[in-house]
């Protein structure tokens, strides 16, 4: 072999042992739970091991839950979009007016209740949210069950009982809906929530079942209280988002891959697993002493009087960016209703 050939071949072999290696990437990901609670065990980290067997090992993760990579909840979404992290979950209520058409499905006119219908409504209806995500590339939109009230020692059961006391809310429509009931709001992330209870900063909380084992929320509350036909108090949607030149960076195979495992592909599972994921919470409470209360049908149709005043609020605050709200509360509606058959 002549030595010009034979560099020729060291070189290409080079060339091509570099790009091998250039192909693999490992990506970060950051949330504020931590690593016992469900979402990270049940959700984040199962679908990194999928997109890591599908890819061979080229694609691999670094998982930073708790905010262990520094700063708050509400600066996750800054995180992802800035390159801080490759992969954030967070809340879309953590940073009101950056999703002000996904917002829509917060109501508590729109969410009736299982998480599973309003993820599946969030996806037949995406086309109509796509402006909301033009900073990040989304990798999932979904909703929890959806919220109850938690209340430290207040037993509820008509909205009266709620009447000057303060509640933890996890977006702004929750704070709009609890100052309809007469009780005042507080804003704060989930993992606040432990200590403003134990020291009665707060009366209560809404959140779902599924954050009770998380946060122990059984030891702090001793009454939890939604509709008795399970319905709840609206919802908060859920945002899995990847930074936006990361995932054009990928090779076209790879971010098929990560395609595979994103948006429709995913969200009917995550939406029955985000449903399934109430039952642990709500065994704990109960175990713990704690009291269940479904409001009479009379009782729950007052929150809900009082609540419809909140679809007409963000209506006016969405038509006044140019947003056609009709379209979106009417269709998101009529998605949730076709998929709670």
Same mark, same amino acid.
């Given at each position: 072999?002549?030595?010009?050939?034979?560099?020729?071949?060291?070189?290409?072999?080079?060339?091509?042992?570099?790009?091998?290696?250039?192909?693999?990437?490992?990506?970060?990901?950051?949330?504020?739970?931590?690593?016992?609670?469900?979402?990270?065990?049940?959700?984040?980290?199962?679908?990194?091991?999928?997109?890591?067997?599908?890819?061979?090992?080229?694609?691999?993760?670094?998982?930073?839950?708790? /905010?262990?990579?520094?700063?708050? +909840?509400?600066? #996750?979404?800054?995180?992802?979009? =800035? @390159? *801080?992290?490759?992969?954030?979950?967070?809340?879309?209520?953590?940073?009101?007016?950056?999703?002000?058409?996904?917002?829509?499905?917060?109501?508590?006119?729109?969410?009736?209740?299982?998480?599973?219908?309003?993820?599946?409504?969030?996806?037949?209806?995406?086309?109509?949210?796509?402006?909301?995500?033009?900073?990040?590339?989304?990798?999932?939109?979904?909703?929890?069950?959806?919220?109850?009230?938690?209340?430290?020692?207040?037993?509820?059961?008509?909205?009266?009982?709620?009447?000057?006391?303060?509640?933890?809310?996890?977006?702004?429509?929750?704070?709009?809906?609890?100052?309809?009931?007469?009780?005042?709001?507080?804003? /704060?992330?989930?993992?606040?929530? +432990?200590?403003? #209870?134990?020291?009665?900063?707060? =009366? @209560? *909380?809404?959140?779902?079942?599924?954050?009770?084992?998380?946060?122990?929320?059984?030891?702090?509350?001793?009454?939890?209280?939604?509709?008795?036909?399970?319905?709840?108090?609206?919802?908060?949607?859920?945002?899995?988002?990847?930074?936006?030149?990361?995932?054009?960076?990928?090779?076209?195979?790879?971010?098929?891959?990560?395609?595979?495992?994103?948006?429709?592909?995913?969200?009917?599972?995550?939406?029955?697993?985000?449903?399934?994921?109430?039952?642990?919470?709500?065994?704990?409470?109960?175990?713990?002493?704690?009291?269940?209360?479904?409001?009479?049908?009379?009782?729950?149709?007052?929150?809900?009087?009082?609540?419809?005043?909140?679809?007409?609020?963000?209506?006016?605050?969405?038509?006044?960016?140019?947003? =056609?709200?009709?379209?979106?509360?009417?269709?998101?509606?009529?998605?949730?209703?076709?998929?709670?058959?």
């Amino acid at each position: 072999m002549s030595i010009k050939k034979m560099m020729y071949t060291v070189v290409t072999a080079c060339l091509g042992f570099t790009q091998v290696h250039a192909d693999n990437v490992t990506l970060t990901v950051h949330h504020f739970l931590s690593s016992k609670a469900p979402p990270h065990a049940r959700f984040i980290e199962p679908w990194t091991r999928q997109i890591e067997q599908a890819s061979n090992g080229r694609i691999k993760f670094e998982i930073f839950p708790a /905010m262990s990579l520094g700063g708050k +909840p509400p600066e #996750l979404y800054g995180q992802v979009r =800035d @390159g *801080v992290a490759d992969i954030v979950w967070t809340l879309g209520g953590y940073t009101p007016g950056v999703f002000p058409r996904t917002e829509v499905f917060e109501l508590p006119s729109v969410h009736t209740g299982s998480a599973a219908a309003t993820t599946a409504a969030i996806q037949e209806n995406f086309s109509l949210l796509t402006e909301d995500f033009t900073d990040v590339h989304p990798l999932l939109v979904h909703a929890h069950a959806g919220n109850l009230l938690h209340m430290r020692n207040k037993r509820v059961t008509s909205v009266d009982d709620l009447k000057g006391l303060k509640i933890r809310t996890p977006t702004r429509t929750g704070g709009w809906m609890i100052e309809s009931w007469g009780a005042e709001p507080v804003g /704060m992330p989930v993992p606040a929530v +432990p200590q403003a #209870l134990s020291k009665n900063n707060i =009366d @209560g *909380v809404l959140v779902p079942f599924e954050i009770v084992p998380a946060i122990k929320l059984q030891e702090l509350t001793e009454y939890s209280i939604l509709g008795a036909d399970g319905s709840r108090f609206g919802t908060s949607v859920f945002m899995f988002m990847m930074n936006k030149a990361r995932y054009n960076q990928l090779p076209d195979d790879l971010r098929l891959i990560i395609d595979k495992h994103s948006g429709a592909a995913i969200a009917g599972q995550v939406g029955e697993l985000w449903d399934e994921m109430e039952t642990p919470g709500k065994k704990m409470q109960i175990d713990s002493g704690g009291e269940i209360i479904g409001l009479t049908a009379a009782a729950k149709a007052k929150f809900d009087a009082l609540s419809q005043g909140i679809e007409e609020r963000w209506a006016t605050e969405a038509t006044d960016r140019g947003i =056609d709200a009709t379209t979106l509360i009417e269709s998101t509606k009529a998605s949730v209703i076709r998929a709670s058959r």
